[in-house]
């Protein structure tokens, strides 16, 4: 019963249980769209603007400039549909995430979660129910997020500016992460009274080797400058402004993308999947990864590429 009362959240609930398969999937014929194409991306978002700078990238930058990118309801479904459509699209290899206006995200819109507590959560009478909501709605939010680990391409975070709360849950389900030296991280929530719940807590740690350093930043909900970042390991590269950044984002999206898809796909598995479990588990995976991946036709052209010293990548087929 908690989906048909959450009127404004009906839509996304319903998204999330059937999500878009690609017609050309559908019907098992090659896409005819080219890069030059961007209309199936660029009309379907209210709160994102995805292009394709270069063949084989896709740009997907949040676009609620004037309220500096806080995550509003349209938002999280919106992702969530954007990167399960990536997923699937054999046409990209690599992703870019970055933020319109001047800063990459404010975190969670608190108008709209106002609002939303006043019209849903408020109205329930008693505890249950309202921690039943709460519970399905937090669950709603962190599948926004998991969208992006479970993509099967690369997901590179190009952050500058301010990136709070739920800005930091997002980056921290990215691949790579580079920033500008005015890009400032703040987990925020602890201000606001509650623990994050949409994988700080969770991916940070697994992330970034100084554990104390993590829990500093998120028991003080004190910002952390881009240096600071860059020295616990949470970013890889910082630089002067943004258009550096993107040029060097555009840089290592190009270089990924020319790589086998085979091998960084199945790289991008194996990582997460050994992140989860021991080193033997993981080392099982790759058993059963590679026994079958390892007969890829890619494996002979990279083979061959690397065995003649060849200046330019072999041309490998989409996956
Ligand atoms: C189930 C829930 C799971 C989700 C959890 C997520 C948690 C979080 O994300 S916690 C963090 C929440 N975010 C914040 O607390 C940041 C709030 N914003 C600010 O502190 C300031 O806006 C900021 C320091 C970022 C920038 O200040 P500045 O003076 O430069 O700009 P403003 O005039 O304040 O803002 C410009 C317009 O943007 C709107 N805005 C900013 N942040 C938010 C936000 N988080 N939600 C909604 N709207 C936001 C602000 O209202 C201004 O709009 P307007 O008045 O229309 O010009």
Known sequence: MVASVICGLTRHVVTRTAPKIPVQSLAGVVSSRKFSEKARYTMSYETLDVTSPHERILHVQMNRPDKLNAMNKVFWREILDCFREISDDTDIRVVILSGAGRMFSAGLDIGDMADLITSQVSKKSDVARRAKY??????????????????????????????????????????????????????????????????????????????????????????????????????????????????????????????????????????????????????????????????????????????????????????
């Not at 680990?149 to 790579?176: F, N, R, S, T, Y």
Request: net charge neutral; with cysteine.
């Open 134 to 319: 709460l519970q399905s709605l937090i669950a709603i939010y962190q599948e926004s997020f998991n969208a992006l680990e479970k993509c099967q391409k690369p997901v590179i975070a190009a952050v500058h500016g301010g990136c709070i709360g739920g800005g930091v849950d997002l980056i921290a389900a990215c691949d790579i992460r580079y920033c500008t030296q005015d890009a400032w991280f703040q987990v925020k929530e602890v201000d606001l009274g509650f623990a994050p719940d949409l994988g700080t807590l969770q991916r940070i740690p697994k992330t970034v080797g100084n554990n104390s350093m993590v829990r500093e930043m998120i028991y003080t909900a004190r910002k952390v400058e881009a240096g600071e970042a860059k020295g616990m390991g949470f970013v890889s590269q910082v630089f002067p402004n943004k258009e550096v950044m993107m040029s060097e984002v555009d840089k290592l999206a190009e270089s990924i993308a020319s790589k086998s898809p085979v091998a960084v796909q199945g790289c991008k598995v194996a990582l997460n999947y050994s992140r989860d479990h021991t080193i033997s588990e993981g080392l099982k995976f790759m058993q059963c990864w590679n026994m079958t991946m390892l007969q890829s036709e890619d494996v002979i052209k990279g083979s061959e590429a690397v065995a003649k010293k060849a200046e330019k990548p072999p041309h490998f087929s989409k996956l």
